[in-house]
Each structure stands twice: as C-alpha cells, then as structure tokens.
C-alpha cells in the first residue's frame, strides 16, 4: 500500500509540474503595451497548488524544475529571461511556504498566493537592477509589486477552487466500493 501511495504522489506531482510547464508555454504577456514582461502567471497555480496539496518541499521543487524545463524547451537555458524566471519562481516558492507555516490559520491561500506574486516581480525586478543599475527601473517598480498583487490574488482564487474540487474528488472517490 506504501508504495502505492507513494506512485500515485509521484503521478499528481508529475502532472502539476506538466500542468506548470504548459500553462507557461500558452501564456501570452499581458497588457505587454502598457507594461512590458506583464503576465498573470498562470503556471505558478501549479507551484501554489503543490504547497497545499502536498508541502514545501514539493512547492519548492516544482518552482524550480518548471523554469529549467519550459527553459530546455524553448532553448534558452541560462538567458536573462532563465535567470529571471528561475529567480522569481524559486523565490516566490520559498517565501509562499514561510508565510504559509507562519500564518496557516490567519493568511489565506488567497493572501500567501499574492505575497508569492509581489514576490516574483520584486525579485526580478532586483536581478535586472543590479545587472543594469538604471535608476529609471525604479519608476517600473510600482506597477511590478501592484501586477505581482492582482496577479498573486488572481492565481490564489483558482488554486482554491482546484484544491477544493480534488479535495471533493477524493472524499466522493472514498465512499465508492471499488
């Protein structure tokens, strides 16, 4: 049974991280004409999702191997855009697990979900910082940490209704004989 269990772990977890992979291929930038590098994120549910349904470790790990993937997919491992979405991802990870084990009762997926995005965008806002050292980047920041918000409650909304309808899947797959 121990094993089984452990398969069927190994299964979601491969199909969140799928799920991750491709969600960040479709995705379009959004309102790229007012603030270019804009998108919702859609395929961080896939790393929310993984914090809740399984833990930190998963979380982390699933923010780590969806940039590095999607980056051997589209063949720009180790580009700014790698290092920029590396650095966001993994970040956003680890600071969504910390407020998560710190407020589990008192902050929301909702709430951990919009510290990972204001997270995601401050972090990349930094790598690029250092790296140009414009001080004109500055004026961009706002609108990052804003978008990094909406977008952080945006993706926190659908991670909780996933989470709910597996979570109903599995208490429903319970009462069933087979």
Same mark, same amino acid.
């Given at each position: 049974?121990?094993?089984?269990?452990?398969?069927?772990?190994?299964?979601?977890?491969?199909?969140?991280?799928?799920?991750?992979?491709? %969600?960040? %291929?479709?995705?379009?930038? #959004?309102?790229? #004409?007012?603030?270019p590098?804009?998108?919702?994120?859609?395929?961080?549910?896939?790393?929310?999702?993984?914090?809740?349904?399984?833990?930190?470790?998963?979380?982390?790990?699933?923010?780590?191997?969806?940039?590095?993937?999607?980056?051997?997919?589209k063949?720009?491992?180790?580009?700014?855009?790698?290092?920029l979405?590396?650095?966001?991802?993994?970040?956003?990870?680890?600071?969504?697990?910390?407020?998560?084990?710190?407020?589990?009762?008192?902050?929301?997926?909702?709430?951990?979900?919009?510290?990972?995005?204001?997270?995601?965008?401050?972090?990349? #806002?930094?790598?690029?910082?250092?790296?140009?050292?414009?001080?004109?980047?500055?004026?961009?920041l706002?609108?990052?940490?804003?978008?990094?918000?909406?977008?952080?409650?945006?993706?926190?909304?659908?991670?909780?209704?996933?989470?709910?309808?597996?979570?109903?899947?599995?208490?429903?797959?319970?009462?069933?004989?087979?």
């Amino acid at each position: 049974m121990q094993s089984q269990n452990r398969i069927r772990k190994l299964t979601i977890l491969s199909l969140v991280l799928a799920s991750g992979i491709a %969600l960040n %291929l479709v995705e379009p930038p #959004f309102l790229f #004409f007012l603030a270019p590098g804009i998108k919702i994120g859609f395929s961080n549910i896939a790393t929310l999702f993984a914090l809740y349904y399984f833990g930190g470790v998963e979380a982390i790990l699933i923010g780590a191997l969806r940039p590095i993937i999607v980056s051997l997919i589209k063949g720009n491992i180790f580009t700014l855009e790698f290092i920029l979405s590396f650095s966001g991802s993994v970040s956003a990870a680890i600071l969504m697990l910390i407020f998560k084990k710190m407020g589990d009762k008192k902050i929301s997926i909702k709430g951990v979900s919009i510290i990972g995005g204001i997270t995601h965008n401050l972090v990349q #806002f930094v790598v690029i910082y250092i790296m140009t050292l414009n001080k004109l980047l500055l004026f961009y920041l706002p609108l990052l940490l804003f978008f990094g918000g909406v977008s952080g409650f945006i993706i926190g909304l659908i991670t909780q209704f996933l989470i709910n309808r597996v979570k109903k899947f599995e208490d429903e797959e319970k009462l069933t004989p087979w």
